[in-house]
């Protein structure tokens, strides 16, 4: 590791334009614009890219509450571009450096506001990025349409990216589930604004970005989309949200920010982030990924021997269970699945969730016994 890296990984930021050949620094700020870092970095390096660019607001003046008082808005030299001709090569420039890096199962994600985001979802189209689902966020507390002449501004939209239309990218299915009452996840979602203590300030007590966005909406997608230890780039990185959630949820993060004040807070605001203690990371199992069982294997381990008895959760039919496997009902034969389908006139049958063991108090599924199972297999 060379100087330059061994100084990022003990201070957490790079300084600017330092020269650095193409390693992959984990858990730091590289400070500098976010072509340019991104250029820096290895290719198909990296798991997942949250993107907050630019909105190129295009806001014509200064905009009054009703009272008087001027509206904090984005008026900020680094949203301001001279044509939307301009804005569209930026986006072409740094989505072509985001899909150098990205890993070819890793995602994408971007969000933006109607200023911007359609713009961005057909460069993505261009650039061969394959979309998955735009998701809205609905705020809860939306900033007011002061003036009266247009809709309140109540949502962003978020596109969520593979890098094509084979890639196997890792989405938390069932943690998703869990997440939401155990129903789908829906592609809306209704979540507050940043404000309140979660807001960063600046030393003159004033709110430190005009657009940091709120911690639970990261927390959600980086549980989405990441596996404890992924690596996640913020190439837009601001106040520092996507490293607060990143090293909350254990995975590794990499910053990049052009401004030195952003630099400043955002460091100083996840180093003060306790990550989850690593029991707590886990999320729910989809059991596409767990291990196959065939039924055979619990008959042969003694864990159901052949000649048991297995009733339906309503014990309106039983079934018998032979040596090789397979289990007899009256006239019906073959495996759990086929059995139970044909039982209930049914096209499928879930064997495993459908047939139970009776025990002394209860019955017990075949699921639970197959969990028994890999667990001491495993």
């Known amino acids: 590791m060379n100087l330059v890296a061994r100084i990022a990984e003990r201070h957490g930021t790079l300084a600017p334009n330092a020269p650095c050949p193409r390693i992959l620094p984990f858990n730091v700020i590289l400070q500098g614009d976010c072509i340019a870092e991104m250029a820096r970095l290895p290719d198909k390096s990296v798991d997942m890219i949250f993107a907050d660019p630019p909105y190129n607001l295009q806001l014509g003046g200064d905009l009054f509450r009703p009272e008087g008082g001027r509206v904090d808005a984005v008026d900020n030299d680094w949203d301001k571009f001279d044509s939307l001709t301009t804005y569209d090569n930026f986006t072409r420039d ?72 084979k890639a196997r990218y890792t989405f938390n299915y069932r943690a998703m589930k869990a997440l939401n009452d155990d129903l789908q996840m829906r592609s809306d979602w209704v979540l507050p604004i940043c404000a309140g203590a979660e807001r960063v300030k600046g030393v003159d007590g004033h709110k430190a970005h005009p657009t940091q966005k709120p911690e639970a909406l990261l927390y959600r997608i980086l549980l989405a989309c990441t596996k ?118 049914a096209p499928s049958c879930n064997g495993w969730t459908f047939w139970h063991v009776s025990g002394k108090a209860a019955l017990t599924p075949l699921d639970a016994i197959r969990q028994d199972y890999l667990a001491q297999s495993g």
């Not at 735009?134 to 939209?157: C, L, Q, S, Y």
């Open 228 to 345: 404890p230890g992924d690596v996640v780039l913020d190439p837009f990185f601001g106040t520092g949200t996507t490293g607060a959630v990143a090293r909350r949820l254990g995975r590794r993060w990499i910053g990049i920010e052009r401004e030195s004040a952003y630099v400043k807070v955002a460091r100083e605001r996840i180093d003060s982030t306790l990550p989850l203690d690593e029991s707590a990371m886990l999320t729910v199992t989809d059991k596409r990924d767990q291990p196959r069982v065939a039924f055979g294997l619990l008959v042969e381990a003694g864990l159901v021997p052949a000649g048991t008895t297995l009733l339906d959760s309503k014990r309106r039919w039983s079934a018998s269970v032979r040596a090789d496997g397979s289990i007899c009902s009256g006239t019906h034969s073959g495996s759990i699945h086929k059995v139970g389908a044909a039982l209930q006139g």
């Open 94 to 165: 740094w989505l072509e450096q985001a899909r150098r890096v990205l890993k070819d199962d890793g995602t994408i994600w971007v969000i933006g506001s109607y200023h911007n985001i359609y713009r961005v979802g057909a460069l993505l189209q261009d650039a061969d990025f394959w979309i998955l689902n735009d998701i809205v966020w609905r705020k809860t507390n939306p900033m007011p349409n002061f003036r009266g002449t247009r809709f309140t501004n109540a949502h962003e939209t978020l596109i969520w990216c593979a890098k094509d239309e």
